[in-house]
């Protein structure tokens, strides 16, 4: 073979360089590898409402089994536009206004593809659900983060600096990101919050990205806002949510983005080349868990909140400092009492000694520094996992 002096080439995008796995799935595949309870991504172990079920089975009987219309059955959007019209009181046309993807994560890489031009940047609160920053680097831009502060009393809220805010807003921003409920702090941004976002999105002309999947998932009386019912909103806001953590489907792939037709537009054409639908009978399914009575919700919410009221004080007792979650179902811990040199070094102790599979908490910040004493524990378990756990975390807690 002739020898040439030129440089191996490298067939990978520059985009991806800096992509690792990401660290929740694969704290999964290290749970069943150690036999560890696993309470690290955020996927129910019990059953989904069985009338949903039903209804996927009777969509698949009646051969509801080829593609859907790209940007989502009529059945489902309708579903979505009635659900908007009740809980947030906004009109929204589900012809033009509502693209269905495969799982909201596909719904936010989309509508940043639909946005994003190379140069832009995309403000993102850290710590943030891990694929943020990859979908914003995937979509051309660049993201810009900002800092929540965790509570310094117990109790408290995870809160935020007005002026980092407003600085992240002056260099070709052209979205924020708001997950609220907030994975992984639990945060559930007040109106005060969103109505300063608001304000700058407004003053810099600026789109809102709202992830709101853990929308019914809240404790303590506390309310979930949706940024676009703020006066000004409505015109540069993409709500996005889905069925995965509402009604424990997270496998069903079904999600959506609620945007003004422009936008609409834009996503559904990104949507229709990156996957051409999302599935057929589980949206027909979806339609049916939209129109759940009322009652469903609160049970939800109650039943969550028994879990969380479960597990913390296991976790305090344990020796974690618990930042108390107002909503979606992970507690982020601090874990600086047992001495590891970092989160890696110690969910790898958890999972192959103890036998509990947690998040490293490095994995929801930009510098992995930031999250270097903390871990997330996932509460979306049955009673008999959260005990099995309990168990296990008593060896953690001799070892203090
Ligand atoms: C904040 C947040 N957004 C989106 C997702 C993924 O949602 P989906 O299953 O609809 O893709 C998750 C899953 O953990 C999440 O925590």
Redesign the pocket.
Known sequence: MKDTAAPPKSFLSHKVAHFTESV?REMTRQAMLHGAVNLS???PDFPAPAEIKRAAQDAIAADINQYAITWGAKSLRDAIARKMQAWQGIAVDPEREITVC???????VSTLLAICNAGDEVVIFEPF?E?YGPDAIISGAKPRFVKLRPPQMPNGEWTFDERELRAAFQHHTKAIVV?TP???TGKVFTRSELELIRDLCVEFNVLAIT?E??EHILYDGTRHLSIVTLEGMRERTIT?N????TYGV?GW???WAVAPPAITDAIRKVHDFLTVGAPAPLQEAGAAALALPETYYKGLAEGYGKRRDRLIPVLTEAGFRCFLPRG?YYVMTDISGFGFANDIEFTKYMVEEIGVAVVPGSSFYNNARDGAQQVRFAFCKRDETLDEAAKRLRKLQARK
Do not use: H, W
């Open positions: 929740i991504q955020g996927f495969c799982g909201s994560t596909e719904t936010i659900y694929n997950n907030n994975n992984p992830d999947i853990y996005i889905g069925l995965s953590k997270t792939r079904v999600g979606a």
